[in-house]
Structures are given as structure tokens and as C-alpha cells.
Nanobody, 128 residues
């Protein structure tokens, strides 16, 4: 069983940046593909970024293009999300997720139904 604990969420100004962390534990085979998702009030959860933990390949979804970076520190079992040039639409509960499925499908994995494990999330609030 995988446990995921996010941290780093806070208030930020428009134009600022964020850096979120997700500490993972559990079988590596249960977290082959990991991602960051977010959900704003009144909106559906959406994917932000994915990483193939086996080879380090990453994918960034539309809203994060040119602004978001997902990375991992294997030695610390930690997943990171960095995002620059924040705007108010970036406000939401950011959650990391893991699955035993491979990331080979790329953008097809930006769907929360494929993920087996979820953290509780960390809140990001962006204001002008």
C-alpha cells in the first residue's frame, strides 16, 4: 500500500511561484506513474503534470505548459511540482497520486480513474 503526503501549499500572489512536495512510501511497483492533480471550488479535478518514475519522462497538461515542472528525488521518495507565473486560476487543492499502471500512454493518463492512491492534498491560493 502506498501513502502520499503533500506539503508546501500556501498563499501566493499573481505572478509568483509555488513548489509542492509529495513524500511517498510503499512498493515502488505501486507507483510506476505519478501525477499532480488539482481541484478548484465548483470545478472538476484536473491533471497538472505526470512523471514516469521508472525513466523520468514527464508530461505537462495544458494549464501548466511553459510554467510547470514535475520532478522526483528517488533517494528521498519525494515528488515535486513547481509552477511559475501563477494566476488566480491556479487556486485549488493540489493532490499527488500514484498508480501501478505504466505511464506509457502519456496524456491518456491525465485521468484520475487510473490512479490507485491519493494524498490528502495541499491548498494553494493565488490572489492579486
Amino acid at each position: 500500500e502506498v501513502k502520499l503526503v503533500e506539503s508546501g501549499g500556501d498563499s501566493a500572489q499573481v505572478g509568483g511561484s509555488l513548489r509542492l512536495s509529495c513524500v511517498a512510501s510503499g512498493d515502488e511497483y505501486d507507483r510506476r506513474c505519478m501525477g499532480w492533480f488539482r481541484q478548484a471550488p465548483g470545478k472538476r479535478r484536473e491533471g497538472v503534470a505526470l512523471i514516469d518514475t521508472d525513466d523520468g519522462t514527464t508530461w505537462i497538461y495544458d494549464a501548466g505548459q511553459g510554467r510547470a515542472t514535475i520532478s522526483q528525488d528517488n533517494a528521498q521518495n519525494t515528488l515535486y511540482l513547481e509552477m511559475d507565473s501563477l494566476n488566480t486560476d491556479d487556486t485549488g487543492l493540489y493532490t499527488c497520486a500514484a498508480t501501478s499502471y505504466f505511464c506509457g500512454s502519456g496524456l491518456g493518463m491525465f485521468m484520475d480513474r487510473f490512479y490507485d492512491y491519493w494524498g490528502r492534498g495541499t491548498q494553494v491560493t493565488v490572489s492579486s
